[in-house]
């Protein structure tokens, strides 16, 4: 099985110069038990550097241009903590696309059927973008990409690297990179 | 012939106001999940040993139970831990992200990977609770009045599933009409299939009342239950079995509605077989 991962994290806003709608909206509160729950509740301390819509372009993105690069014979796991905020884009709701809140005991699966050889592709996208400060997370998106080893190694490193790269228009760069920068 | 036989139904409706005094979030998991362990093995009942051996997977759904694991209260891991611990076919994973129509992406993901050769059983849970106590869950402007509760379908697959389940997303901002006419869509054409449609207050149900006129349909129990989320489907099917118990098979098409505009359809028979169960409304002691 040909294993590649690659560990990002956000450090800037998206889409740079474009406007951004505060999308995020806080249940409404009313009682006194109400406003005790929320006062109590873990709260992250990373900035919030995306919105809903924004965050979903950039995974519809990365799925449309996977599932070009892969021809379609690709699998996606991804992360996704809920309320969604709005509307999916459509190509996450496709049926080689599986959202979940806890993504690792499906990755234990779905890794396992790559190696007998039940699913020749898998996208694994570990997504801690924060949208909002009651999410936990430190704005990181880690990739691995785990592929039958009938699969040519250098083109699976190749689209593999096209995909981080177009990460990195916005924003999201390795996080050794990152940390040196500092 | 659809190729899903519902085996079983249980619903353990929970109260609105589940505690006295709230205890932690590890203790009302705690609770939980003996109560999702018990309703299991209720629907499980009926199966012989050699039945028990085909049960492939056990997946939890849900709309509303999204913050305790969004805001680091509780991790999954932890929950799935204890469901383990309890017994062996309790659920071990987690689905959220179609809200409502989660168990319709659950069941599509388990057939797009399961093998079709071997008979099988699968089982759904879907669990809504008001773990907080948050006003805005148990009434809002969008459905009025909640119901909660835990629902566990059994479901045998008999063969390849083919247009027995759809799941979809509305294209446009009416979702509400885009389901009813995507509903009615799906069962022109196929012989005595009943509706079992999620539960509204009165003046949401006109819209399934005008544009569903002609369809044969449950009745809409949310002056009974509240809008249950995703269960209302299979606590319709479950209500009207009870009530009429099947003398024969009968061909369901539950549907479920969510508020971004996904929506799951699943064709599956009911029959004298079927095991249905309605356990008294619990709260947490």
Same mark, same amino acid.
């Given at each position: 099985?040909?294993?590649?991962?690659?560990?990002?994290?956000?450090?800037?806003?998206?889409?740079?110069?474009?406007?951004?709608?505060a999308?995020?909206?806080?249940?409404?509160?009313?009682?006194e038990?109400?406003?005790?729950?929320?006062?109590?509740l873990?709260?992250?301390?990373?900035?919030?550097?995306?919105?809903?819509?924004? $965050?979903?372009?950039?995974?519809?993105?990365?799925?449309?241009?996977?599932?070009?690069?892969?021809?379609?014979?690709?699998n @996606?796991?991804?992360?996704?903590?809920?309320?969604?905020?709005?509307?999916?884009?459509? &190509?996450?709701?496709?049926?080689?696309?599986l959202?979940?809140?806890?993504?690792?005991?499906?990755?234990?699966?779905?890794?396992?059927?790559?190696?007998?050889?039940?699913?020749?592709?898998?996208?694994?996208?570990?997504?801690?973008?924060?949208?909002?400060?009651?999410?936990?997370?430190?704005?990181?998106? $880690?990739?691995?990409?785990?592929?039958?080893?009938?699969?040519?190694?250098?083109?699976?490193?190749?689209? *593999?690297?096209?995909?981080?790269?177009?990460?990195?228009? @916005?924003?999201?760069?390795? !996080?050794?990179?990152?940390?040196?920068?500092? | 012939?659809?190729?899903?036989?519902?085996?079983?139904?249980?619903?353990?409706?929970?109260?609105?106001?589940?505690?006295?005094?709230?205890?932690?979030?590890?203790?009302?998991?705690?609770?939980?999940?003996?109560?999702?362990?018990?309703?299991?093995?209720?629907?499980l009942? !009926?199966?012989? =040993?050699?039945?028990?051996?085909?049960?492939?997977?056990?997946?939890?759904?849900?709309?509303?139970?999204?913050?305790?694991?969004?805001?680091?209260?509780i991790?999954?891991?932890?929950?799935? =831990?204890?469901?383990?611990?309890?017994?062996?076919?309790?659920?071990?994973t987690?689905?959220?992200?179609?809200?409502?129509?989660?168990?319709?992406?659950?069941?599509?993901?388990?057939? #797009?990977?399961?093998?079709?050769?071997?008979?099988?059983?699968?089982?759904?849970?879907?669990?809504?609770?008001?773990?907080?106590?948050?006003?805005?869950?148990?009434?809002?402007?969008?459905?009025?009045?909640?119901?909660?509760?835990?629902? #566990?379908?059994?479901?045998?697959? #008999?063969?390849? &599933?083919?247009?027995?389940?759809?799941?979809?997303?509305?294209?446009?901002?009416?979702?509400?009409?885009? *389901?009813? #006419?995507?509903?009615?869509?799906? &069962?022109?054409?196929?012989?005595?299939?009943?509706?079992?449609?999620?539960? @509204?207050?009165?003046?949401?149900?006109?819209?399934?009342? !005008?544009?569903?006129?002609?369809?044969?349909?449950?009745?809409?129990l949310?002056?009974?239950?509240?809008?249950?989320?995703?269960?209302?489907?299979?606590?319709?099917?479950?209500?009207?079995?009870?009530?009429?118990?099947?003398?024969?098979?009968?061909?369901?098409?539950?549907?479920?509605?969510?508020?971004?505009?996904?929506?799951?359809?699943?064709?599956?028979? &009911?029959n004298?077989?079927?095991?249905?169960?309605?356990?008294?409304?619990?709260?947490?002691?």
């Amino acid at each position: 099985m040909n294993r590649l991962h690659f560990k990002g994290e956000l450090k800037r806003v998206p889409f740079e110069g474009k406007l951004s709608a505060a999308l995020a909206r806080y249940m409404p509160l009313e009682s006194e038990n109400d406003f005790e729950v929320f006062a109590l509740l873990p709260s992250s301390k990373a900035p919030i550097y995306l919105n809903f819509a924004e $965050h979903y372009q950039i995974l519809e993105r990365f799925v449309k241009q996977a599932n070009a690069c892969f021809e379609g014979e690709v699998n @996606f796991l991804i992360r996704l903590s809920m309320p969604g905020g709005m509307r999916l884009p459509a &190509v996450l709701l496709e049926p080689n696309v599986l959202l979940m809140q806890d993504i690792q005991p499906e990755v234990l699966r779905l890794k396992e059927g790559v190696s007998k050889g039940d699913v020749s592709r898998l996208l694994v996208i570990d997504d801690h973008l924060l949208r909002y400060q009651l999410e936990q997370g430190e704005n990181q998106m $880690h990739l691995s990409l785990y592929s039958q080893s009938q699969f040519d190694v250098s083109r699976e490193e190749a689209c *593999f690297a096209q995909l981080i790269e177009s990460l990195a228009e @916005f924003g999201i760069a390795a !996080k050794e990179e990152c940390d040196n920068a500092i | 012939m659809s190729a899903l036989t519902v085996r079983g139904i249980g619903f353990q409706p929970l109260k609105s106001c589940l505690y006295q005094q709230r205890p932690s979030i590890e203790a009302s998991f705690e609770w939980l999940s003996g109560l999702i362990h018990t309703q299991t093995e209720q629907v499980l009942a !009926k199966l012989s =040993e050699e039945e028990r051996n085909q049960i492939d997977r056990h997946f939890l759904c849900s709309t509303m139970v999204e913050m305790p694991f969004t805001t680091g209260d509780i991790a999954w891991s932890d929950v799935a =831990e204890k469901l383990t611990a309890l017994g062996p076919n309790n659920p071990d994973t987690y689905i959220n992200a179609y809200e409502c129509a989660s168990w319709g992406y659950s069941l599509r993901h388990y057939l #797009t990977y399961a093998k079709a050769e071997k008979k099988r059983f699968l089982l759904v849970s879907i669990l809504d609770a008001n773990l907080y106590d948050l006003t805005f869950w148990r009434y809002n402007e969008n459905w009025h009045e909640s119901g909660f509760g835990i629902t #566990t379908v059994l479901l045998e697959v #008999t063969g390849e &599933v083919s247009n027995e389940l759809i799941t979809q997303c509305a294209l446009t901002h009416n979702s509400m009409a885009e *389901f009813a #006419t995507v509903v009615r869509r799906t &069962v022109t054409g196929r012989d005595n299939v009943c509706l079992a449609l999620p539960f @509204f207050p009165e003046h949401i149900q006109e819209m399934f009342n !005008k544009l569903l006129a002609k369809q044969w349909r449950l009745p809409d129990l949310h002056h009974n239950w509240g809008h249950c989320f995703g269960s209302d489907p299979w606590l319709s099917i479950l209500c009207h079995s009870l009530e009429n118990p099947p003398l024969e098979e009968q061909k369901y098409m539950a549907a479920s509605l969510a508020l971004n505009g996904y929506f799951a359809m699943a064709e599956v028979r &009911v029959n004298q077989d079927t095991h249905l169960i309605l356990n008294e409304e619990a709260s947490y002691e």
